[in-house]
T-cell receptor, first 115, second 114 residues
Framework: AQSVTQLGSHVSVSEGALVLLRCNYS??????LFWYVQYPNQGLQLLLK??????LVKGINGFEAEFKKSETSFHLTKPSAHMSDAAEYFC?????????????FGRGTSLIVHP | ETGVTQTPRHLVMGMTNKKSLKCEQH?????MYWYKQSAKKPLELMFV???????ENNSVPSRFSPECPNSSHLFLHLHTLQPEDSALYLC?????????????FGDGTRLSIL
């Protein structure tokens, strides 16, 4: 069974600083990987996804993530944080056919942006 | 229009009431999901429907009863709920259930049990 670990339930950065949200997964086969964002009183929105091909994936709002198979990681980064980036971020993993096709979500990381 | 619409947005009910949550997707997707989101807990998958057939039921108490009359609509019927059932209930859809397609979420129904 796959699992997803998001290190740090809260990450605090200053406006303009680098954002780094960590995600590690366990999977016996190459996975599909997703990052979602949830703003207050809203559902989850897709930020970006990795299925196959280039391991550096660019998403919306200036975010990107890199799939590193050797580290079983899919960390989310953004060069310069904006106040509007304050939200909850979820990493999700689903296996290729043969494994569970239902995404497993991490516990989420709350991003706090200080002026 | 968000693509996935959930109604009502907020619901307060007593433990003996019966109510239903509704989800509608306008994306032409074939898979639909119910999730429970509680404070300080991971997102909990409750039910999955693919082409109107239930394909996953994660040991959810029988006081929650899903219904999928067609590929665009999903309901969650509630009866005799407990205080611990208070949570945000999220509906999602995806093109299919094969894992490589992202899920599209509604804004949720905030449920409070008195």
């Amino acid at each position: 069974a796959q699992s997803v670990t998001q290190l740090g339930s809260h990450v605090s950065v200053s406006e303009g600083a680098l954002v780094l949200l960590r995600c590690n997964y366990s999977s016996s086969v190459p996975p599909y990987l997703f990052w979602y964002v949830q703003y207050p009183n809203q559902g989850l929105q897709l930020l970006l996804k990795y299925t196959t091909g280039a391991t550096l994936v660019k998403g919306i709002n200036g975010f990107e993530a890199e799939f590193k198979k050797s580290e079983t990681s899919f960390h989310l980064t953004k060069p310069s944080a904006h106040m509007s980036d304050a939200a909850e971020y979820f990493c999700a993993v689903s296996d290729h056919p043969g494994g569970s096709y239902i995404p497993t979500f991490g516990r989420g990381t709350s991003l706090i942006v200080h002026p | 229009e968000t693509g996935v619409t959930q109604t009502p947005r907020h619901l307060v009910m007593g433990m003996t009431n019966k109510k239903s949550l509704k989800c509608e997707q306008h994306l032409g997707h074939n898979a639909m999901y119910w999730y429970k989101q509680s404070a300080k807990k991971p997102l909990e998958l409750m039910f999955v429907y693919s082409l109107e057939e239930r394909v996953e039921n994660n040991s959810v108490p029988s006081r929650f009863s899903p219904e999928c009359p067609n590929s665009s609509h999903l309901f969650l019927h509630l009866h005799t709920l407990q205080p611990e059932d208070s949570a945000l209930y999220l509906c999602a859809s995806s093109q299919d259930r094969f894992g490589n397609q992202p899920q599209h979420f509604g804004d949720g129904t905030r449920l409070s049990i008195l």
